[in-house]
């Protein structure tokens, strides 16, 4: 299996978002075919089969897709408003691989502002999820907004956004081309 480029139109945040979602969820089918056959495994041994049962097994794949979608979306949305290039970008899919393949910016502060805005949209998600959550006693609803809140460790130097957030501060040039090799991406 080679990973795969999608071109992702849109300019809009949240079309931009659902876009993604789709793509990410069509091409990870098979997770969703792993989780109904667990459903169904646990809802026999159970003898219980209810939508809240159902959910309740479902919710941690449901927030890795939604997590994945928002923070390459946040991505995304920060390249086409920074380089005001309405179609830059692809998302990239592929067995290990999930990303932004664009082109790198002159400037560091666009490249640092690019690299940390997949994960500080997560972490907002996940701020916004996790606060009422706590207030309101509502565990599910802080499970989830802690989920995603940890996107913030890909700011940490070893992950790709951190790397590529120190590299341009650190003045050092950032070239999409060594980690994605172009013969491993089919269009």
Known sequence: MQARL???SGTSLPRLFLAILVRITIHLWWLWAALVAVDLGFAALARLLTPTFAGALALPLLVLLNGLALHET???YLLRLRSRDPAAGRLLIGPGQLGIVRPAFPSARDEVLVACAGPILSLSVGVAATVPGWLLHAWL???CGLLLSAHVLCLCPWWSDGRAAWEAISGSTRSPNK???SSAVRP
């Open 6 to 8: 999608y071109p992702i």
């Open 74 to 76: 946040g991505h995304l």
């Open 141 to 143: 609803l802080f499970g």
């Open 179 to 181: 980690r994605i090799p």
